[in-house]
């Protein structure tokens, strides 16, 4: 908390030399509560101002992925204290290379969220869970999300725990997304979502060679 303000290329030492964190060179952070037992920035990865990330066990971003501004990313330390149902949950964020999380968006990393590579969170708003109350056994639990490759998930979406959008594939607004899908290349939508359409595997976001899209 006390190197929030402190200039980066100093804030990067002591992170680096005091608290173990890997740091590529080119990589940046700006005005953000940074608090995870483990970091993992790769190269030319980007974290913006005035987010919150806390209570991770691990934050990996991988080359060239990016969180933008004012996103709260937190899960429940894994030493916490509070009793879940899945003893075996591991708090983790891990963003793949040239993926993005915009801005504003919340995510609950009580247990592992995987963004797959070239995939966005775009938007604002989004919810991303990890756990909730499973009303039949009144016990806190927790199930990790999965996000495929280049995915694209538009503004305020909700991804429900233990969910997953498979590859090449679109969330659309105001979806809820409460299933496991495995169907590549295909529009989900709709509250829950559900495969609405096919799309073309020739469409030029499903072919980048780049992340950002401009």
Same mark, same amino acid.
């Given at each position: 908390m006390l190197t929030v303000f402190v200039p980066w290329v100093v804030r990067r030492w002591i992170l680096r030399t005091f608290f173990g964190a890997k740091i590529h060179p080119s990589a940046r952070v700006g005005l953000t509560v940074l608090i995870c037992d483990r970091i993992d920035l790769g190269e030319g990865t980007k974290i913006g101002h005035?987010?919150?990330?806390?209570?991770?066990?691990?934050? !990996?971003?991988? !080359?060239?992925s990016s969180i933008g501004h004012r996103n709260w990313i937190s899960g429940y330390p894994k030493d916490g204290g509070r009793r879940f149902s899945n003893t075996d949950r591991v708090p983790t964020l891990i963003v793949g290379e040239h993926a993005a999380i915009t801005q504003s968006h919340r995510l609950d990393c009580s247990d592992i969220i995987t963004i797959g590579s070239f995939s966005i969170l775009a938007g604002y708003g989004s919810q991303i869970l990890t756990h909730a109350i499973n009303v039949e056994s009144s016990q806190q639990e927790v199930k990790a999300v999965e996000i495929g490759a280049y995915s694209f998930i538009g503004t305020r979406v909700v991804v429900l725990p233990g969910c997953k959008l498979p590859a090449y594939s679109i969330l659309a607004a105001g979806a809820v997304l409460a299933n496991v899908y495995e169907q590549e290349h295909y529009l989900f939508g709709g509250v829950p979502a559900k495969p609405l359409r096919r799309l073309s595997d020739t469409l030029e976001y499903f072919n980048r060679t780049i992340g950002r899209v401009d």
């Open positions: 005035l987010n919150v990330i806390k209570g991770l066990t691990q934050l !990996r971003l991988d !080359r060239f």
